[in-house]
């Protein structure tokens, strides 16, 4: 079974940066694509951006596309480093596992509790 766990999160100013991790534990997800989601408050969860298992393909939301980078290291944690940050950036950010990079909540699992990302205007 496979462990995530979000970290990272905090206050920022808008135009600020923030660089998430996800670290896991258990069973070796090496050949899992990666995903990460946000949920803002009173709003449903949302694709944020998605890793192949060799890093060698990405996908973004258009609302962060050309700001915010995925990426993963040798050991498979993996970053979603926020640059930019607007005020509607503002959610809980979530990190999950996909047999394949997805889009859609569904085809991810063995989600992580979140870190709480707030960025002030």
């Known amino acids: 079974q496979v462990q995530l766990v979000e970290s990272g999160g905090g206050l920022v100013q808008a135009g600020g940066s923030l660089r998430l991790s996800c670290a896991r534990s258990?069973?070796?997800?090496?050949?899992?694509?990666m995903g990460w989601f946000r949920q803002a408050p009173g709003k449903e969860r949302e694709f944020v951006a998605a890793?192949?298992?060799?890093?060698?393909?990405t996908v973004y939301a258009d609302s962060v596309k050309g700001r915010f980078t995925i990426s993963r290291d040798a050991k498979n944690t993996v970053y979603l480093q926020m640059n930019s940050l607007k005020p509607e950036d503002t959610a809980v950010y979530y990190c999950?596992?996909?047999?394949?990079?997805?889009?859609?909540?569904?085809?991810?699992?063995?989600w992580g509790q979140g870190t709480q990302v707030t960025v002030s205007s």
């Open positions: 890793i192949s298992w060799s890093g060698g393909s």
């Open positions: 258990g069973r070796t997800f090496s050949s899992y694509a």
């Open positions: 999950a596992v996909a047999a394949s990079v997805a889009t859609m909540q569904e085809n991810f699992g063995s």
